[in-house]
């Protein structure tokens, strides 16, 4: 009976590294989002993926974020070159037939 | 233009009181939409849905006017519990991404 789990819970890194994400959605369920969120925001959508390919990407911001969701489940985000403007919680989400149900975030956090 | 525009409060009533938020959305092919809520330092969970007859659960009402393109949430009674941020989240179809707005916060005091 999990919900969605996000890993790390917390990232704290250097400017100019590399991250990844990982979210692993509810069992069963063909929709996942992803979306960030900085303080006093609500959540910025940045891709969506039905089932293994990305159905829209319109919201990443720039060519230094990607996503994959190779099997269909879980999804990585990645960021390259990570800038202190990258810093938020990064949120994942899942759906199946109800609407989207949340993990707990990740907080990056860039130095 | 935003997507889905909300009045960022604060709201700031009494417990008992009866408070409303509206939102906006800008794509008249919209087709689903949500109320959400979250708490300080949480993730955004499901309020209800919005449908177009309007629906009601509990203390809580929300109603939607496609004409003018926007979604109201009605707090009857409210409790110091309803403390939160209130998400209005629209859909444009069923295999669409879906987009949240801004958020309004709520603050009941005793």
């Known amino acids: 009976g999990a919900g969605v789990s996000q890993t790390p819970s917390n990232k704290v890194t250097e400017k100019g590294k590399y991250v990844e994400l990982r979210c692993d959605p509810i069992?069963?369920?063909?929709?996942l989002y992803w979306y960030r969120q900085s303080l006093g925001q609500g959540p910025e959508f940045l891709i969506y993926?039905?089932?293994?390919?990305?159905?829209?990407d319109s919201g990443l911001p720039n060519d230094r974020f990607f996503a994959v969701r190779p099997e269909g489940s879980v999804s990585t985000l990645k960021i390259q070159r990570t800038e202190r403007g990258d810093s938020a919680v990064y949120l994942c989400?899942?759906?199946?037939?109800?609407?989207?149900?949340f993990g707990n975030g990740t907080r990056l956090t860039v130095t | 233009r935003k997507e889905v525009e909300q009045d960022p409060g604060p709201f700031n009533v009494p417990e008992g009181a009866t408070v409303a938020f509206n939102c906006t959305y800008s794509?008249?092919?919209?087709?689903?939409f949500f109320w959400y809520r979250q708490d300080c330092r949480k993730e955004p969970k499901l309020l209800m849905s919005?449908?177009?007859s309007g629906n009601e659960d509990g203390r809580f009402t929300a109603q939607l006017n496609r004409a003018s393109q926007y979604i109201s949430l009605l707090i009857r009674d409210s409790k110091l519990s309803d403390s939160a941020t209130y998400l209005c989240?629209?859909?444009?179809?069923?295999?669409?991404?879906?987009?949240f707005g801004s958020g309004t916060r709520l603050s009941i005091r005793p």
């Open positions: 989400a899942s759906s199946g037939r109800k609407p989207l149900h």
């Open positions: 069992s069963g369920h063909t929709a």
């Open positions: 993926f039905q089932g293994t390919g990305a159905a829209d």
């Open positions: 794509n008249s092919a919209s087709q689903s």
């Open positions: 919005v449908y177009s």
């Open positions: 989240v629209v859909r444009d179809s069923s295999a669409s991404k879906i987009i």
